[in-house]
C-alpha cells in the first residue's frame, strides 16, 4: 500500500498488476485518449460491441473486487450492495442497441439519420459510486465511437482507477487498443480544470455535488451533468402500507443511502402513519425520539463559512454512507446488526428533511390530505427536479404528484 491516493490506497496497481491507462498528468492523459478516440472511431458497430461484451464480463466476474475495494478505500456503502450495482451496470447499460440510424422518405427525397460520437469526453466521478460510475459511463461513450478520459473523485482514486484498468483490459482482450480510456494517478481540482480547458475534449459529463456539477455545465463546453437531489415520498392511506413500509426502508438503506435517488423523507397520511412506523420497525429501523434526533443532526452536519463570511450546514463527511449502528453510537445508542435505519418523527422544518445526508437516517412528517403531502413534498425537493416516490392506489393522486414535483 502506498500514499498515492488521498486514503492511502495505490492507485496504479492492484495485488502487483500494474493499472492501464493512469498517467501523471491530464493533458498526457488527454492525449492518449485522442488516440483511443481514433481507434475506437474506425471501428465497426460490431467490433465495439465485442469490447463492450467482454467489459461486461469482467464487471461481473469482478464486481466483489471493486465492491470490496470501494468500501474499504472510502469508508462508505455496503459490499453487498456495491456488488448489486456492479452487476446492475453490468446487465442494464445500454450498448451499440442504442445507436440506431434512421431513414426518413418523403416527397422531396431521402434524409439518413445517424449517431456521430463526439470524440474525447472528459468525465468526473464521484465517491459515492466510483467504479460503477466509471463503467457505466464507458460502456455508453465506447459504444458511441468516443474515446474517454477520468478525473476521479480524490477520495475514491483506486476503486475508480480499477475500473478504469477493467476497461482497457476488456478493450485488449477483445482486439481493440491497450489505452482506449484514460485516468490520472492524482487527480485535483486543478487537473479537472486543464480537462475543462483542452480543446481536444467535446463532451463533459459530470456525477456528483452541486458545486463541481455546476462548474462543468459552466464551462462552456457542451455537459452532461447529474447532481444532488432531495427524493421525498409520500404515503397516503390507498397505499399498501406492509409493502411501502418494507420497500422504504430497503431503499434507504441501499448502499447505506448513498444513491442520490433514494428515499430521503417520507410524508405519511396521519390516520396510517402509527401502521407504517411500525412496519418500518420490523424491517430493520431503530425510532429515536426529537431529543435524541436534534443532537445527531448536531453531528451529521457541520456549519461550513464560506467566502463572503456566510455560514450554512453541510454534511459531516465523515457520517456519509455510514452504517446507522455506526451512527447511533455518535449519540450513545448502541444496537445490533441487524438495525439498518435510523427513523425519527420530525416537523417539515427539521434539517433532516431539508438537507439530502446520504446517510441511512429517514425522517418522517405526518400530513392531513394530499394537498398538504404534496405542497411539502415539492417543497423539500427542492426543485431540484431529480427523483421523488410515491405509494398508494389512488391514480389521481399519483397523477397530481407527478404533474407537481416534475421529476423521475
Known sequence: VSAESSNGYNSTQYAGRKFIGIFDDMNDAINAAQEGYKSVRAMTVEQREKIIT?????????????????????????????????????????????????????????????????????????????????????????????????????????TSNYAVDLVNRASRAAGGPEILVCSMKKP?????????????IRLLVCTGGPGVVKAVLSS???????????????????????????????????DNNLPCIAEKEVFAFRNIADELISVMLKNGAYMINSEQADRLAEIV??????????????????????????????????????????????????????QELMMPILPIVRVDNIDEAIDLAVKAEHGNRHTAHMHSKNIDNLSRFARAVETT
Open 301 to 354: 452536519l457541520v456549519d461550513k463559512t464560506d467566502k463572503k463570511g456566510n455560514v450554512r450546514k453541510i454534511v459531516n463527511r465523515e457520517c456519509v454512507g455510514r452504517d446507522a449502528k455506526v451512527i447511533l453510537a455518535k449519540i450513545g445508542v448502541n444496537v445490533s446488526d441487524d438495525i439498518r435505519c435510523i427513523i425519527c418523527e420530525t416537523d417539515f422544518n427539521h434539517p433532516f428533511v431539508q
Open 54 to 158: 467482454e467489459i461486461r464480463r469482467l464487471t461481473r466476474e469482478e464486481a466483489h473486487i471493486m465492491a470490496q475495494l470501494g468500501v474499504k478505500e472510502t469508508g462508505m456503502g455496503r459490499v453487498e450492495h456495491k456488488k448489486a450495482k456492479h452487476l446492475l451496470v453490468a446487465d442494464k447499460t445500454p450498448g451499440t442497441e442504442d445507436i440506431v440510424s434512421a431513414a426518413k422518405t418523403g416527397d422531396n427525397g431521402l434524409t439518413l439519420v445517424e449517431m456521430a460520437p463526439f470524440g474525447v469526453v472528459g468525465a468526473i466521478t464521484p465517491s459515492t459510486n466510483p467504479s460503477e460510475t466509471v463503467i457505466c459511463n464507458s460502456i455508453g461513450m465506447i459504444a458511441a465511437g468516443n474515446g474517454v478520459v477520468f478525473n476521479p473523485h480524490p477520495n475514491a482514486i483506486a
Open 220 to 254: 462552456g463546453k457542451k455537459a452532461i451533468g447529474a447532481g444532488a437531489g432531495n427524493p421525498p415520498v409520500i404515503v397516503d392511506d390507498t397505499a399498501d402500507i406492509s409493502k411501502a413500509g418494507k420497500d422504504i426502508i430497503d431503499g434507504c438503506t441501499f
Open 188 to 200: 485535483t481540482m486543478e487537473s479537472a480544470a486543464v480537462m475543462q480547458s483542452n480543446p481536444l
